[in-house]
């Protein structure tokens, strides 16, 4: 997701420009598509904010990820994402950005992980 300083995060809240998360599915006529974002590293679930993790980590900032409408899509909570689906592919429209989460930011590396369950019915 590149490099960031710490001087480009002044508040919390503050965060970085959005990166596409790529994800597309082949999809049958009429399908409806049901996913939940799985982390054991939760920040705040309702707001989307996953917790880094591994050796020399960063701390103070998170990983966001939001809808194809910029919205927070909410941890560990099944969402629709699209009822009755036309023929082809569905591009889910994802995004990631990193997002201040404390006053004191701490250099380091920012990943996360996250398992995304896909429900068709």
Excluded: H
Excluded at 48 to 67: M, T
Excluded at 88 to 105: C, H, L, M
């Amino acid at each position: 997701m590149g490099d960031w300083y710490d001087r480009q995060f002044k508040n919390i809240g503050d965060s970085s420009s959005n990166i596409d998360v790529p994800i597309k599915l082949s999809c049958m006529q009429g399908s409806n598509i049901k996913v939940t974002v799985s982390t054991n590293n939760i920040v705040d679930a309702s707001s989307g904010k996953i917790g880094l993790n591994g050796n020399d980590k960063a701390a103070g900032i998170a990983i966001q990820l939001l809808d194809k409408n910029n919205f927070p899509i909410p941890l560990n909570t099944q969402k629709t994402l699209q009822n009755n689906v036309p023929d082809g592919d569905y591009i889910f429209g994802w995004k990631a950005r990193y997002i201040k989460t404390d006053t004191n930011i701490t250099p380091g590396t920012a990943n996360a992980t996250a398992t995304v369950n896909v429900r068709y019915e």
